[in-house]
């Protein structure tokens, strides 16, 4: 009798051998959720051609400062008369407080949106000067100013002792109001070939100027973001000392 069977069924393998390897652990570097926006520019080449470009870069606190100080239809003073902030192009003849006629060397511009707690941002805010207040022309509309702005308050001396004051400082609910945006604005700052006192509907303001960047804490990818949202200058020194003191 033939006791063998034939069979298909998968008989269990002898476990192969292994070498263990001590066990690696791989650490990725943390990657951090920085919260971008566009920013619009505009400048005056060294050859003087007018040139423009969109940015994309972080919305931190120390690039919008260079873009949020005039809403659209800010009246600036110029050879020309008070212009539409908007309208104004590289090259213009701005007319200072201070220094007299200087050229327009950057224009830059970008949208505030309504508060967006979802996206982690915080509420952005205008400031509206009404009519005759800080010497606002009683004939223009009233000046709406964006969160960077700084002016000259009251009477004083445009001189070397004048000190500048960040709007929302000045808000008061009566000649300075804060405005909560409920729909897009387009906002602007500008920078001359130093840094002046402009009439923005009468009222006196600075032109752009960074400060002492030793305080903006940057780290130095950060910095070089920052350094290329002005190609009309090689590194921010070249915007000169501050011709009037701030606040802050």
Sequence with gaps: MNYLVSTKANLPKAPGWTVNRPAQIVVKPKQLDIVTRRYE?????????EQSKTIVAPAMQVF???????AQGTLIQTDN????IEDLR???MIATADGGLQPLMWLGSMTLFPQQLELGLP???LYRITDGGYGADQNAPDLMMGPAARVLPGILAIDSTSTLVDVSQLADGSSVICI???SPVRVFHLSLASHRLIRANGVLAESYH???SSHMRLSSELYEHFVALFPHVKSLDDFGPLNHKRND
């Design 41 to 49: 520019i505009e400048w005056l080449d060294s050859d003087g051609a």
């Design 64 to 70: 919008e400062q260079a873009f949020g100080a005039f």
């Design 81 to 84: 008369g008070y212009v539409a």
């Design 90 to 92: 590289p090259g213009a």
């Design 123 to 125: 509420a952005c805010g």
């Design 180 to 182: 909560n945006v409920v």
């Design 210 to 212: 960074p400060g002492d």
